[in-house]
């Protein structure tokens, strides 16, 4: 791009997901025209959503811009911020940067999706600065609830745009890698930061989050409390720290570790060679060994914190579990909060446990979790150290992005330069400031299976079938008599209890019978519009005999 008038290029910056919502966090920074991709993950569905796996963001701007970008940079592991590479990968390949862990975790996906040779996968360490497309990087640690989180800091022509990614600013962390606050700070002084776009999920909790290693003393007092009985301690299986503090509580009161679930085995191993979990010599069994161990020196690391159905956790609770079965004074420890939209799920797993006779301690309890994401106070700090000259909120539903916009307004951001924005926005950063740049697609992409896209017309008619049921109804017609061959048949699953329904169903079969033979009798002659013609007569007398409105089908067969 030619700068005539030799002013420095804007950045434009367009947020894809995460605003809005809590997981598929996607953002664009573009200068000069190419793109630098951020973070590429997915959300988990919402109850609303039947029968959805996952959620993406929309990637139609990414595809038609494919020629445009230049990199991915991925700020830490989890998978609202990496899971849908997976995807991406299908439609445009780009080298990925992050942390070696990062990176690991995101593998997994991509590997299990076949699309391992589409990505090239770059490592960076803390505190690395490095040409990355259009700007400079600087991969700047912060901490959260996975190890080696990146803030990122895009030294653009416009000056410094810090993003935080996820964040907590953790004094006490587990492997004594602080978020590097005086970094940041020296940033602020030195360059001046432009623009700051900051974790907002906990920006409704006054206070500050609690360090990390406050859990490991909890869980040394819960295991010392309870000699001679087995655990089965639940966390996410990413969060390396909460696995290394289960382990040091579990060995400090003469247990042996195994893990249990899939994801949990791989990483603990992937952890174990990077060298960020430490398991002393000898003390991880295999989970077919643990038969073998009196209760007293068995503590289980298992998936399934929340209330995944097919997780770990829950086959145990319902007895599902080949490899371990919950038996009385067995002790199960959920080392996790439940995402909202999961507290049902964990509740159910929580009650059968109990049916099965084990003691179930949960963060409700004991502080046996903190959380990943900074809170006001946190967010106060980084908002005070870093002196953004203009503020974007990201990370959280729209309310959570509200409080933090007035926390940063608070600080003495001027007004106006503090955008509330949402998935499809696009800002722009110049001379002048900060200011909004229209919008693009940015809609929800649904996965059901390993294929594809489900749609809106989709979920609604699988919300109308959960709700009302459906009723069909088969006509066979010969077109050229103009009759009926049979009476129509009508099948229903979940509209009424059909043998106390006999009576309904049979007018229902005449009403239809009628109204297809009065149509053919004026002349209709194809299937479409003698479904028509009967979908009509069916939806009218089922919602005046039953104030109900289920699906309804029509099939028409001519002979
Ligand atoms: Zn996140
Ligand atoms: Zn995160």
Not at 63 to 79: L, S
């Amino acid at each position: 791009m030619a700068n005539a008038d030799r002013r420095p290029a804007p950045v434009r910056i367009v947020f894809l997901g995460g605003l809005g919502e809590i997981g598929r966090n996607c953002a664009c920074i573009e200068v000069n025209n190419r793109i630098i991709v951020l973070d590429v993950g997915i959300m988990f569905p919402d109850p609303d959503m039947p029968g959805v796996d996952l959620v993406l963001p929309e990637f139609r701007y990414l595809k038609e811009n494919a020629d445009r970008v230049d990199a991915i940079v991925i700020t830490h592991g989890h998978e609202d911020h990496t899971g849908g590479l997976a995807y991406l990968l299908r439609d445009l390949s780009a080298p990925i940067y992050g942390s070696e862990l990062s990176l690991g975790l995101a593998r997994n996906r991509v590997d299990e999706a076949g699309l391992g040779d589409r990505a090239t996968w770059v490592p960076v360490s803390d505190g690395e600065r490095r040409r990355i497309g259009p700007c400079d990087v600087e991969f700047i640690p912060v901490t959260h609830s996975v190890p080696n989180a990146f803030a990122l800091a895009f030294h653009t022509p416009q000056g410094v745009v810090l993003h935080s990614g996820d964040f907590k600013i953790d004094l006490e962390p587990v492997d004594g890698r602080r978020t590097d606050l005086a970094r940041i700070g020296s940033l602020a002084e030195d360059e001046g930061i432009r623009l700051l776009l900051s974790d907002s999920t906990n920006a409704e909790e006054p206070g500050f989050t609690a360090s990390e290693s406050s859990v490991g003393l909890t869980l040394r007092r819960v295991f010392a409390a309870r000699p001679g009985r087995r655990f089965v301690v639940a966390c996410f299986a990413s969060h390396i720290h909460r696995i290394q503090q289960i382990v040091d509580a579990a060995v400090a009161s003469g247990r042996q570790v195994a893990t249990l679930g899939r994801s949990m085995g791989k990483n603990v191993e992937l952890a174990q060679e990077l060298g960020i979990l430490t398991v002393p010599e000898g003390s991880l069994v295999d989970i077919d060994e643990i038969d073998d161990l009196p209760p007293g020196r068995v503590c289980v690391i298992s998936t399934g914190s929340q209330g995944e159905p097919m997780s770990a956790l829950s086959l145990m609770a319902t007895g599902d579990n080949k490899r371990l079965q919950i038996e009385n004074d067995d002790v199960v420890v959920i080392s996790a909060h439940p995402i909202p939209g999961n507290e049902w799920s964990v509740g159910r797993v929580i009650d059968e446990l109990h049916r099965r006779g084990a003691e179930v301690i949960h963060s409700g309890a004991e502080a046996v979790h903190v959380s990943g994401h900074a809170r006001q106070g946190e967010l106060r700090t980084l908002l005070s150290v870093a002196k953004p000259a203009s503020f974007v909120p990201v990370h959280g539903e729209f309310r959570h992005l509200v409080h933090h916009a007035e926390l940063a307004r608070s600080m003495g951001i001027p007004s106006d330069q503090v955008l509330l924005c949402e998935d499809g926005d696009a800002v722009v950063l110049d001379q002048k400031g900060l200011r909004r740049d229209g919008t693009v697609p940015a809609g929800y992409l649904y996965v059901d299976g390993t294929v594809g896209d489900v749609g809106h017309g989709v979920l609604r008619d699988r919300r109308l079938l959960a709700e009302e049921g459906v009723v069909m109804v088969v006509v066979t017609v010969d077109l050229h008599e103009g009759e009926l061959c049979d009476m129509p048949q009508i099948a229903t699953r979940g509209w009424v209890h059909a043998p106390e329904a006999e009576e309904l169903l049979e007018e229902a079969s005449r009403v239809v019978a009628d109204a297809v033979t009065k149509a053919m009798r004026d002349g209709a002659r194809d299937v479409e519009s003698l479904g028509r013609h009967a979908r009509r007569a069916l939806g009218r007398l089922v919602s005046e005999r039953t104030r109900r409105r289920p699906m309804i089908v029509p099939v028409v067969m001519a002979v």
